[in-house]
């Protein structure tokens, strides 16, 4: 315990005590595989309770914490297989709303997610689900809503009522109701009004903006109320891929100011616009030069406004144009010197607040602070086992693309790494249209506890590098991407960190796709292939996306010439595999369905090639099951080890 005191707060500091682990071995798979011990923390507006979900070894409670008794509530829990716990908030200091999703199938040959919205007491109770469809009166509704955890806000001015978006009246395309939390009952807000699939509302709770979709060309629009005259204006029409994305975020406390995401030289910023403005000018509130800023708006419970933006690449992964809280993050960064601080939940007097502070050789910890007793104190670790490990970390690197295009990634040698050519891991992360950031990574972590070099590329097609960087991916599976990566593995030969006699490519859904591709398409480079929820057949992984809304940004994506897509699948290249290949996939996966890894260990199976294929039942894309996690982990574990040593 010690003091320290910066911009007028001192705080007594509970630390918490970790070292090197003295064992010659590392831990176990599951110690990695483990769901990380609490997520969803939130503190209430009151600042009684933080609620979160705890996860064991069976399963996800739901939990509550009385911070003055030190008394922990247990509200409801899941076996992680019949549904799951997505996400949670406060919709008053009395009542806690909650979402659950689970795999459904529905017919029409279209297996779904669906979401469900409940309310409970932080004290416990038997939870209120807020809407049934159908369930006393099938006809009462014109259409089975999929999604009904759409909140567009918990409504300042009545604690016991949300307004959130249902499309039972015009499929797809969301009315806005008003619904008290404790009985269920509902009141219509708004109609549908094609062609807006989401609503945003002002922090005064009114529904000012939309986004709109247009499935039949995919055109992307976004509308505003004028307040004054009531119409709805449409500031942005363009087609998805064709510019960088404009998107509204959030209103300030002023109603005619609204927070959007637009492209500042070359990258995306964040701006705000009057929304009276029929051409609204857009005024540049916070912008990075190298990297586009792809994180939410924070707001202040206390004064209702936008104080900054989650940036992954900025310190702390924030940043805030807040004074106020410019003040509370030095106080915390003083306080806790050697972590990335982000301050994660306030009560609404800001007096109470939660922060999850973590670093790239550390799993995460979250504290409880109290700005009246000035103290902050450690309450849950998010991997207890690995606490006392000396976990190594991660560091940006960059190399040259044969094309000549620069390429960040991010590399993690073993603590004992003495310079000379060890076993590695190629790991290319999925999407493809998203990136890998800095910090604990359970994958990475547990890979170089056993001894190996990873690299994490974010090859081109990735999000954080701008429009054009990004647009890359579009129409281009399996080329100049894949190219990323094998150019990748050659750097690091080259560097001299990579035995090249053992090297490994290891990835999850895209990259899962990756490592398949690459098992076929370069073997001499790689002496074996992990593949969890790949994708190995493109053409039916498009053309699955027809029963979708999005039907026609997916055919973009992936790419409209057929025979492309089938040179490229892994399932018709197979006789060119020469290494070992794990396959693994959930059983109700519906992100990529099941099928693709089925299909892939027919393929090998017949062609006679060395490989090992493992369902998951009850398997989901996201390996939300402790169990599932730990199916996996001990079966890469013994496949490197096999195919890899050391």
């Given at each position: 315990m010690y003091r320290d005191c910066c911009f007028g707060i001192c705080l007594v500091v509970v630390t918490l005590m970790s070292g090197a682990s003295s064992a010659s071995t590392p831990p176990p798979p599951q110690a990695y595989s483990h769901l990380p011990q609490a997520e969803n923390l939130a503190i209430s507006p009151d600042g009684k309770y933080i609620a979160y979900t705890l996860n064991t070894e069976d399963g996800t409670m739901l939990v509550t914490l009385d911070l003055d008794k030190r008394k922990t509530h247990g509200i409801t829990r899941s076996d992680n297989e019949k549904f799951k716990f997505n996400w949670l908030r406060w919709a008053s200091p009395e009542k806690l709303i909650f979402s659950i999703y689970f795999p459904h199938f529905r017919g029409l040959g279209v297996d779904t997610t669906e979401t469900r919205l409940l309310s409970v007491d932080p004290t416990g109770g038997e939870p209120k689900t807020?809407?049934?469809?159908?369930?006393?009166?099938?006809?009462?509704?014109?259409h089975y809503s999929q999604i009904q955890d759409d909140v567009i806000s918990v409504l300042p001015e009545e604690h016991d009522r949300i307004l959130m978006g249902f499309d039972t009246d015009s499929p797809t395309y969301p009315s806005v109701y008003s619904v008290d939390v404790n009985t269920g009952s509902k009141t219509i807000v708004r109609r549908a009004k094609p062609p807006i699939r989401g609503w945003i509302a002002d922090r005064q709770g009114r529904v000012r903006a939309g986004i709109g979709y247009d499935e039949d060309d995919g055109?992307?629009?976004v509308w505003v109320l004028d307040l004054e005259t009531d119409d709805w204006n449409k500031l942005w029409e363009y087609k998805y891929f064709s510019q960088p994305d404009i998107t509204p975020m959030g209103f300030s406390v002023d109603p005619n100011v609204l927070y959007i995401r637009a492209d500042h030289n070359g990258r995306q910023a964040?701006?705000?616009i009057d929304t009276r403005d029929a051409s609204p000018q857009m005024q540049l509130v916070v912008g990075d030069p190298d990297y586009d800023i792809e994180g939410g708006l924070i707001y202040s419970p206390k004064t209702n406004d936008a104080v900054g933006v989650s940036h992954g690449e900025a310190d702390n992964s924030v940043i805030y144009w807040d004074e106020v809280y410019e003040g509370y993050q030095r106080t915390i960064d003083t306080a806790l010197l050697d972590t990335s601080n982000h301050l994660l939940s306030f009560s609404d007097n800001e007096l109470r607040y939660i922060v999850y502070a973590s670093?790239?050789?550390m799993p995460g910890v979250y504290y409880y602070g109290n700005r009246i007793s000035n103290t902050l104190e450690p309450i849950i670790q998010q991997y207890p086992e690995l606490m006392a490990e000396k976990l190594p970390g991660s560091r940006k690197v960059s190399y040259k693309a044969r094309d000549g295009l620069e390429i960040e990634a991010y590399l993690t040698?073993?603590?004992?790494?003495?310079?000379?050519?060890?076993?590695a891991i190629v790991h290319p992360h999925g999407g493809p249209m998203v990136r890998e950031y800095g910090g604990f990574d359970y994958w990475t972590q547990f890979f170089v506890s056993r001894g190996y070099a990873v690299l994490q590329p974010n090859f081109r097609g990735s999000s954080g590098y701008g429009h054009d960087f990004q647009m890359q991916a579009v129409g281009q599976y399996g080329e100049a991407m894949q190219d990323d990566l094998v150019d990748g593995t050659r750097w690091l030969v080259t560097e001299g960190i990579a035995d090249s006699e053992r090297i490994c490519i290891v990835g999850a859904s895209y990259g899962g796709y990756a490592a398949l591709l690459a098992a076929a398409e370069t073997p001499k480079l790689f002496q074996c292939a992990i593949s969890f929820a790949g994708v190995?057949?493109?053409?039916?992984?498009?053309n699955r996306s027809r029963h979708y809304i999005n039907k026609v940004v997916a055919f973009d994506q992936y790419g409209r010439d057929s025979k492309q897509l089938e040179m490229n699948?892994?399932?018709?290249?197979?006789?060119?595999?020469?290494?070992?290949?794990l396959l693994v996939h959930g059983e109700k996966d519906r992100v990529v369905d099941v099928e693709q890894s089925r299909e892939m260990a027919e393929e090998l199976d017949e062609h006679g090639k060395t490989?090992?294929?493992?369902?998951?039942?009850?398997?989901?894309?996201?390996?939300d099951n402790h169990q599932h996690r730990t199916a996996l982990f001990e079966a890469m574990d013994a496949f490197l080890q096999r195919y890899l040593g050391s």
């Amino acid at each position: 315990m010690y003091r320290d005191c910066c911009f007028g707060i001192c705080l007594v500091v509970v630390t918490l005590m970790s070292g090197a682990s003295s064992a010659s071995t590392p831990p176990p798979p599951q110690a990695y595989s483990h769901l990380p011990q609490a997520e969803n923390l939130a503190i209430s507006p009151d600042g009684k309770y933080i609620a979160y979900t705890l996860n064991t070894e069976d399963g996800t409670m739901l939990v509550t914490l009385d911070l003055d008794k030190r008394k922990t509530h247990g509200i409801t829990r899941s076996d992680n297989e019949k549904f799951k716990f997505n996400w949670l908030r406060w919709a008053s200091p009395e009542k806690l709303i909650f979402s659950i999703y689970f795999p459904h199938f529905r017919g029409l040959g279209v297996d779904t997610t669906e979401t469900r919205l409940l309310s409970v007491d932080p004290t416990g109770g038997e939870p209120k689900t807020l809407f049934r469809p159908g369930r006393k009166s099938p006809t009462s509704y014109k259409h089975y809503s999929q999604i009904q955890d759409d909140v567009i806000s918990v409504l300042p001015e009545e604690h016991d009522r949300i307004l959130m978006g249902f499309d039972t009246d015009s499929p797809t395309y969301p009315s806005v109701y008003s619904v008290d939390v404790n009985t269920g009952s509902k009141t219509i807000v708004r109609r549908a009004k094609p062609p807006i699939r989401g609503w945003i509302a002002d922090r005064q709770g009114r529904v000012r903006a939309g986004i709109g979709y247009d499935e039949d060309d995919g055109v992307r629009s976004v509308w505003v109320l004028d307040l004054e005259t009531d119409d709805w204006n449409k500031l942005w029409e363009y087609k998805y891929f064709s510019q960088p994305d404009i998107t509204p975020m959030g209103f300030s406390v002023d109603p005619n100011v609204l927070y959007i995401r637009a492209d500042h030289n070359g990258r995306q910023a964040i701006f705000t616009i009057d929304t009276r403005d029929a051409s609204p000018q857009m005024q540049l509130v916070v912008g990075d030069p190298d990297y586009d800023i792809e994180g939410g708006l924070i707001y202040s419970p206390k004064t209702n406004d936008a104080v900054g933006v989650s940036h992954g690449e900025a310190d702390n992964s924030v940043i805030y144009w807040d004074e106020v809280y410019e003040g509370y993050q030095r106080t915390i960064d003083t306080a806790l010197l050697d972590t990335s601080n982000h301050l994660l939940s306030f009560s609404d007097n800001e007096l109470r607040y939660i922060v999850y502070a973590s670093s790239h050789n550390m799993p995460g910890v979250y504290y409880y602070g109290n700005r009246i007793s000035n103290t902050l104190e450690p309450i849950i670790q998010q991997y207890p086992e690995l606490m006392a490990e000396k976990l190594p970390g991660s560091r940006k690197v960059s190399y040259k693309a044969r094309d000549g295009l620069e390429i960040e990634a991010y590399l993690t040698l073993p603590a004992n790494f003495d310079g000379k050519p060890i076993p590695a891991i190629v790991h290319p992360h999925g999407g493809p249209m998203v990136r890998e950031y800095g910090g604990f990574d359970y994958w990475t972590q547990f890979f170089v506890s056993r001894g190996y070099a990873v690299l994490q590329p974010n090859f081109r097609g990735s999000s954080g590098y701008g429009h054009d960087f990004q647009m890359q991916a579009v129409g281009q599976y399996g080329e100049a991407m894949q190219d990323d990566l094998v150019d990748g593995t050659r750097w690091l030969v080259t560097e001299g960190i990579a035995d090249s006699e053992r090297i490994c490519i290891v990835g999850a859904s895209y990259g899962g796709y990756a490592a398949l591709l690459a098992a076929a398409e370069t073997p001499k480079l790689f002496q074996c292939a992990i593949s969890f929820a790949g994708v190995s057949d493109l053409l039916a992984q498009r053309n699955r996306s027809r029963h979708y809304i999005n039907k026609v940004v997916a055919f973009d994506q992936y790419g409209r010439d057929s025979k492309q897509l089938e040179m490229n699948s892994p399932v018709n290249l197979v006789e060119k595999i020469t290494i070992p290949i794990l396959l693994v996939h959930g059983e109700k996966d519906r992100v990529v369905d099941v099928e693709q890894s089925r299909e892939m260990a027919e393929e090998l199976d017949e062609h006679g090639k060395t490989f090992e294929y493992i369902e998951l039942e009850h398997g989901t894309h996201y390996l939300d099951n402790h169990q599932h996690r730990t199916a996996l982990f001990e079966a890469m574990d013994a496949f490197l080890q096999r195919y890899l040593g050391s």
